[in-house]
């Protein structure tokens, strides 16, 4: 079954079944995004956030050896 078709299927389908279907998208997308697009936006947190940690502790470093 190519998109068209689903498409079309879903156009025919009830109010109440086209919001359980568009429930159902939602679902996969939800998913999709805690199994595949989270993890690596966590990786990625993690690394701004060791960076601007390091930053900071540089900058603290130059002040304490400044005064």
Known sequence: MNLGEVKA????LSPEDRRKVLLYVLELE???IRDHVAPQLMED??????AA???FEKIKQRFKGSS
């Open 9 to 12: 299927a879903v156009r025919d």
């Open 30 to 32: 939800k998913d999709h």
């Open 45 to 50: 947190l993690d690394g701004v956030g060791r």
């Open 53 to 55: 940690q390091e930053a």
